[in-house]
């Protein structure tokens, strides 16, 4: 009886708790649960939000043809944040010319990104991808420059860059 009842405890929290969420995000509950991202949108309202070319690699996982992205030239001071959910990913001081087409960065801003193995393409990359949203930004290569000997390759039309106030 005690396991019995401990059982239906608990299920009241958690249907308490999803309650509470529901109340807030009425639609992307499902989702949110599934994915445990703090945003979570349902696949018709990222493609309403996000332009065509952000929706095709910020959630099928696309890469933007090499050297396209204006970002790649952007040198100024400044904070680049997910175009999906605005969250500040990398700062202007780790961005680097790698010379592959890509904006490149050595390092992430902190609890910015998630990684997952990528095994795709005949080969296994380490992909990294929104902490917020789970928007897929690009991947993270072992021959970035040092300290962190780390090279985030990111798609551009992945990111929202916003200046420094001068
Ligand atoms: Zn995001």
């Known amino acids: 009886m005690r396991r019995r009842n401990f059982l239906l405890s608990t299920g009241a929290v958690i249907a308490a708790g999803a309650g509470a969420i529901a ?4 639609r992307a509950i499902g989702t949110a649960l599934a994915q445990g991202f703090e945003i979570s949108r349902t696949d018709a309202e990222w493609r309403a939000m996000l332009s065509d070319a952000q929706y095709q690699v910020l959630r099928q996982e696309k890469t933007e043809r090499a050297f396209t992205s204006p970002l790649n030239e952007e040198k100024r001071k400044g904070v680049f944040h997910c175009a999906g959910c605005d969250l500040p990913l990398y700062s202007s001081e780790v961005k ?24 795709t393409l005949f080969m296994t990359r380490t ?12 991947h993270i290569f072992d021959d970035g420059p040092q300290p962190t000997g780390k090279r985030h390759c990111i798609n551009g039309v992945a990111l929202a860059f916003r200046p420094a106030a001068a």
């Open 127 to 138: 992909e990294c991808h929104c902490r917020r949203c789970g928007g897929h930004l690009g």
């Open 96 to 119: 680097y010319d790698s010379g592959t087409g890509w904006p490149s960065f050595w390092e992430s801003l902190p609890n910015a990104i998630g990684t997952k193995e990528d095994n």
């Open 23 to 26: 109340l807030l995000r009425p």
